[in-house]
């Protein structure tokens, strides 16, 4: 139980071009999804917690406006990366949790985002 | 502020035990949580600790002391494949995650 996919695994677009992340939890709701970014040997940092049917909460310098996060099912958020560039080119990891006790955060696999 | 610190690396060999330590300070206290990542790959749940005690799954082991704001994860009979890093992660007051850098442990034959 508790998988989490993410679609897709790995992307490369052009310097402007918008990217959509998809992440699903397939066997349980989701109240609570989350995304980060990994850069290269360093450690995760959370971009944004988004519940369902509310708008996302951001991290301290992340812009909203460039990280559009949708999470419009218990079982479905989206991260749109809008007109990339290639300081963007990271691992994009997003992460879900069901509520509970634990409220442990099951992750998707990510996608690696190269930008051009 | 909040601060979690485990070591930066460690080497053990394979068939050893190793025992990752991870001290924490943060506003309150709802969980401890230890995760695995691989290279390049997403992390993935390890164990939970929210008691103070030794919870026991597997190779892998998992203590809590909440007085002391200390965690440790134990492998047993290590194998190659756990060559990754691992995670430490408290859930604070505000029911928040505050991550670790992570610890990378090697494994040699």
């Known amino acids: 139980g508790a998988v989490v996919s993410q679609h897709p695994s790995r992307v490369i677009c052009k310097s402007g071009t918008s990217v959509k992340i998809e992440c699903r939890s397939l066997?349980?709701?989701?109240?609570?999804m989350f995304w980060y970014r990994q850069f290269p040997k360093q450690s995760l940092m959370l971009m944004a917690t988004?519940?369902?049917?509310?708008?996302?909460?951001?991290e301290q310098g992340v812009e909203k406006d460039k990280f559009l996060i949708n999470h419009a099912s218990l079982t479905l958020s989206t991260l749109t990366v809008t007109s990339a560039h290639p300081e963007d080119s990271s691992f994009y990891i997003c992460?879900?949790?069901?509520?509970?006790?634990?409220?442990?955060?099951?992750f998707g696999p990510g996608t690696r985002l190269t930008v051009l | 502020g909040q601060n979690i610190d485990q070591p930066t690396e460690m080497t053990a060999t394979e068939g050893a035990i190793v025992q990752i330590n991870c001290t924490y300070q943060t506003s309150g206290f709802n969980g401890l949580f230890w995760y695995q990542q691989h290279a390049g790959e997403a992390p993935t749940f390890l164990s939970y600790n929210v008691l103070d005690g030794l919870e026991e799954k597997g190779r892998f082991s998992s203590f809590l002391s909440r007085s002391k704001g200390y965690s440790y994860l134990l492998l047993k009979e290590l194998q190659m494949k756990d060559s990754a890093s691992y995670l430490c992660a408290v859930k604070d007051s505000n029911y928040q995650l505050i991550w670790g850098a992570g610890t990378k442990l090697i494994i040699k034959p």
């Open positions: 066997d349980f709701q989701a109240t609570t």
């Open positions: 992460s879900a949790s069901g509520g509970g006790g634990a409220d442990t955060q099951y």
């Open positions: 988004s519940n369902e049917g509310s708008k996302a909460t951001y």
